[in-house]
């Protein structure tokens, strides 16, 4: 099991950046493969990132390609995620996961949650 915590949401303006972090506790963060959902209001929550486990292997959603950065410290059991040239758009509640894989369903899915981070872009 692990325990995840999120930090670093809050408000910025459209253009602006912000880096998350995810700090892990009980079993070792190298362990699992790590990512980033968000959930907007009235919206379904959506993968945005994941990495793996040494950190050598990365995806990204089409929405935040080229934009979002994914990192991971396994020495700090800590996760990031670095947002650059937010968008309006990229409202949400950001949420940190552990042991991310393919679904049956073909979305990535996860059984280990925090509980999330607010992240507000201004126009």
């Known amino acids: 099991q692990v325990q995840l915590v999120e930090s670093g949401g809050g408000l910025v303006q459209a253009g602006g950046s912000l880096r998350l972090s995810c700090a892990a506790s009980g079993r070792t963060v190298s362990t699992y493969t790590m990512g980033w959902f968000r959930q907007a209001p009235g919206k379904e929550r959506e993968f945005v990132a994941l990495i793996s486990r040494i950190g050598v292997s990365t995806a990204y959603a089409d929405s935040v390609k080229g934009r979002f950065t994914i990192s991971r410290d396994n020495s700090k059991n800590t996760v990031y995620l670095q947002m650059n040239s937010l968008r309006p758009e990229d409202t949400a509640v950001y949420y940190c996961?552990?042991?991310?894989?393919?679904?049956?369903?073909?979305?990535?899915?996860?059984?280990?949650w925090g509980q999330g981070t607010q992240v507000t872009v201004s126009s």
């Open positions: 996961a552990a042991d991310v894989k393919l679904g049956r369903d073909s979305k990535f899915e996860s059984d280990y």
